[in-house]
């Protein structure tokens, strides 16, 4: 085990000193990874963001009833009993009048507005969520609930959500058919920085052959150079969209505030940002076990994985 042990630390030692023996080469090669991962993680994380800012996508379809402003509590009572009768219905809540009213004054970008006012303009609401996301459906439930006594008007929620729903899951599968073809060029580019360390290094590895080197010891400093390359690139493709959001958010704070929103962008949260540098780990250990490969079995024609 120790054997082992010291054979693996030699190589991370002997990759980790080629990394900063050519510092010009790896800060390079480093750079266009970085930068190259950076495009759909910042993609990623920005979907992850929207979505987080939109609670309510994804939940089931909405309809907001509004009473007349004449509505009296027995009315409220005849058609909350309604609602629970109602199979089309999940749940539903009641949005006094009051109540709708102190959050309206609350919202900071209406506070001019609703001081002006002398008097309460807001109707006694239920806000129902419908079982089923059938569009036809949803649309007939509203057009029987306008209907109601005293119900003034029905409004569907759901549309919005689902376009921007829609949208989001767009997002998402840009990112992940970007960091899939990115991927493969990080792949292409451990490939060939290997393929050159192999060619300089050819006659080294056929004496390590000659005197009794087994392929497994050859192939290990360049698996290892390959994941560090990876691995490095990853962490430096989530610096730069942390720098990039640090640059955005201050003017994007501004921008919410005139929404009275205080939306901002975050990073990946920690087991996305692991994901992320296993990921491209990953990448460079398959780019330089291809390139070790190829490359050895060019030298040797009897290569043989061992």
């Known amino acids: 085990m120790r054997a082992w042990l010291a054979h693996h630390f030699h190589a991370l030692g002997s990759s980790t000193g080629r990394l900063l023996g050519s510092p010009l080469s790896s800060l390079l090669n480093i750079a266009v990874i970085g930068i190259a991962f950076s495009f759909p993680v910042g993609l990623y994380a920005i979907v992850a963001n929207v979505q987080l800012a939109s609670p309510r996508v994804g939940s089931d379809?909405?309809?907001?009833?509004f009473m007349a402003l004449a509505?009296?509590?027995d009315d409220v009572a005849a058609i909350r009993d309604r609602l629970k009768n109602e199979q089309r219905v999940s749940t539903f809540r009641f949005i006094p009048r009051n109540e709708a009213w102190q959050r309206l004054q609350q919202?900071?970008?209406?506070?001019?507005?609703?001081?002006?006012?002398?008097h309460n303009p807001l109707p006694d609401a239920f806000v129902v969520e419908a079982r089923g996301h059938d569009p036809r459906v949803l649309q007939a439930l509203r057009d029987e609930l306008k209907g109601w006594p005293k119900v003034?008007?029905?409004?569907?929620?759901?549309?919005?959500?689902?376009?921007?729903?829609?949208?989001?899951?767009?997002?998402?599968?840009?990112?992940?058919?970007?960091i899939g073809l990115l991927g493969f060029a990080l792949v292409a580019a451990t490939f060939n920085t290997i393929r050159?360390?192999?060619?300089t290094r050819r006659e080294e590895i056929e004496v390590s052959k000659l005197i009794g080197a087994t392929n497994t010891f050859i192939r290990r400093p360049f698996l290892y150079y390959?994941?560090?390359?990876?691995?490095?690139?990853?962490?430096?493709a989530l610096g730069i969209v942390a720098g990039s959001f640090w640059l955005l958010n201050d003017e994007l704070a501004h921008l919410a505030a005139l929404y009275g929103s205080q939306f901002q962008l975050r990073l990946p949260d920690l087991p996305d940002s692991?994901?992320?540098?296993?990921?491209a780990a990953v990448l460079g250990w398959l780019g330089a076990w291809l390139s070790v490969g190829r490359h050895l079995r060019r030298i040797d024609p009897h290569w043989t994985r061992k």
């Open 61 to 65: 379809p909405q309809l907001t009833m």
């Open 71 to 73: 509505a009296t509590a």
């Open 107 to 118: 919202t900071a970008s209406l506070g001019n507005v609703t001081s002006s006012l002398d």
């Open 152 to 178: 003034e008007h029905v409004q569907l929620d759901a549309l919005w959500a689902q376009r921007l729903a829609a949208g989001l899951r767009l997002g998402r599968l840009a990112a992940l058919i970007l």
């Open 196 to 199: 050159l360390q192999i060619l």
């Open 226 to 236: 390959g994941t560090l390359q990876g691995l490095i690139g990853g962490a430096v």
């Open 274 to 279: 692991l994901t992320l540098l296993a990921f």
